[in-house]
């Protein structure tokens, strides 16, 4: 006998789902007015769910939505109206569920998490592809039901004793996130990356001595691009993080001011960040406005960003000239604190210069302004021009303000 259903229309609201008569058996299924095909089903236990139920291209769908009230009435509004478009472009969300358990390969899953979540939410989206086509090449033409706890233990230890603990733990973290997203997607599998050990990571003190930072930048005055040049100059002398100096824009500058206001919503602290500009930082931006060609990006690449996202090629290249190894684009900033620390800087401002953010410091920071952290950046950039004998002509290529 078939399980009863009963059907009907409402205005669904927070208090009308509420009050919803709970069926003696079989589901009860109430209709939205205001949005087509969209239902509520109630069951004899009281529970209640949003689904979208309808027909498209001959095909007859019902898909959950999620409960009541944990998502409410526009959640689930919007989610029928984002599902009926898919359904009307032919994109099914089960049938997308079924081929993930029907064995969607490791490649496979990982481009639609770099489709769907990475690119819309992260900004470091090309370094998870960098690492995925790097590092887990051996794995990606394995269906998900194939790579086991082991496998990846296996990698994980590989990983790191050819790579590096840091890059074998990041390795970790990524293929636990895709695998979390195919479960989001409907895979009903066991994460593989539970329960597998990190490796324990030192924080890196790694920075350039006074031979190797001379060394770096007479590598960068010889570096071809003036781009990558300019680039890696503005991460030395600005201290800012490679992110931020990537996504730098021209709306965030205040070049006569010295000042580089990056927004809350690109700050890794969530607060709006002001980062002091040393008139050697000054003197490159102003040469890069000169030929900005309407770009709103300080460092603009043929790229889905707009603007420069991994230069990694030009940094190893820089490296080798150099003859330096073992250093990481980040630790340029690692480069101006400890030549700030070097030169008897306090702490305080040195985490205001590099926009550190901490408990303990926050009401020391916010007492400071930008005046004295000009003065220390300033001096200290001057210092490592000076003992290293080179000075912003033989960098930019262009002439100096004496001559």
Known sequence: MATKRTHRKVTLTKDAIAKLATPEKGRAYHYDTRQPSLAVCVLPSG????????WANGVGHKIRIGPFPGTTVEQARRKARKLSTDLDAGVSPNAERRAVRQGLTLQALFDDFLELHAK??????????????????????????????????????????????????????????????????????????????RFKEKSRDRFLSRDELRRFLMALADEPDELFRDFFLTLLFTGARRGNVQAMAWDDLSLDRGLWRIPDEKSKSGDVMLIVLVPEAVQILER??????????????????????EPRKAWLAI??????????????????????????????????????????????YA??????????VEATTATMLSTTGMNMAALTGGASDED
């Open 47 to 54: 529970k209640r769910t949003f689904y979208l139920v309808r």
């Open 367 to 376: 007492r400071l302004d930008t005046s004295p952290v000009r003065d220390a």
């Open 120 to 197: 819309p939410h992260k900004r470091t989206w090309p370094e998870d592809k960098r690492q995925f086509d790097s590092l887990l090449t051996a794995l990606k033409g394995r269906k998900l039901s194939a790579i086991k706890r082991t496998d990846l233990a296996n990698l994980h230890a590989k990983v790191g004793k050819k790579h590096g603990h840091y890059a074998a733990n990041r390795m970790l973290s990524l293929i636990r996130k895709v695998f979390n997203f195919a479960e989001s997607r409907g895979w009903e599998g066991r994460n593989p990356a539970t329960g597998i050990q």
């Open 319 to 364: 490296l080798e000239r150099a003859e330096i190894t073992d250093f990481h684009i980040h630790d340029l900033r690692r480069t101006l604190g400890s030549w700030l620390a070097s030169a008897g800087v306090s702490l305080p401002i040195i985490g205001k210069a590099l926009g550190h953010k901490s408990l303990a410091a926050t009401q020391v």
């Open 288 to 309: 890069r406005a000169e030929t900005a060609n309407g770009s709103p990006w300080v460092f603009p690449a043929h790229s889905r960003t707009g603007h420069v996202v």
